[in-house]
């Protein structure tokens, strides 16, 4: 079982930045692939990026361009650096993880909130 446990959420005004990180512990498989979801109010939630053990990131088309994954193995941290944010972005996000690039996302955290606003 692995634990992921978000931090780094809160209020931007539009155009500002904020970084999420994301901690996982427990049994954690050699090849853990990690990533970041949200959901916004009365929508469904939505891929947002991931990141490969060997750091190969893939995004969401609404984030490219402004939203950068990355990951510190050693400290089994994954982070999402968010610019230009736009009070579209609010949403709560969510840290994933899955055992291989293929599959169903195993695991989630609990959620972190993000709103975007002036």
């Known amino acids: 079982q692995v634990q992921l446990v978000e931090s780094g959420g809160g209020l931007v005004q539009p155009g500002g930045s904020l970084r999420l990180s994301c901690a996982a512990s427990?049994?954690?498989?050699?090849?853990?692939?990690m990533g970041w979801h949200r959901q916004a109010p009365g929508k469904q939630r939505e891929f947002v990026a991931l990141?490969?053990?060997?750091?190969?990131?893939t995004y969401g088309d609404s984030v490219k361009g402004r939203f950068t994954i990355s990951r510190d193995n050693a400290k089994n941290t994954v982070y999402l650096q968010m610019n230009s944010l736009e009070p579209e972005d609010t949403a709560v996000y969510y840290c994933s993880a899955k055992p291989r690039i293929l599959g169903p996302w195993s695991y989630w955290g609990q959620g972190t909130q993000v709103t975007v606003s002036s």
């Open positions: 990141i490969t053990i060997s750091n190969l990131p």
């Open positions: 427990g049994s954690i498989p050699s090849s853990l692939v």
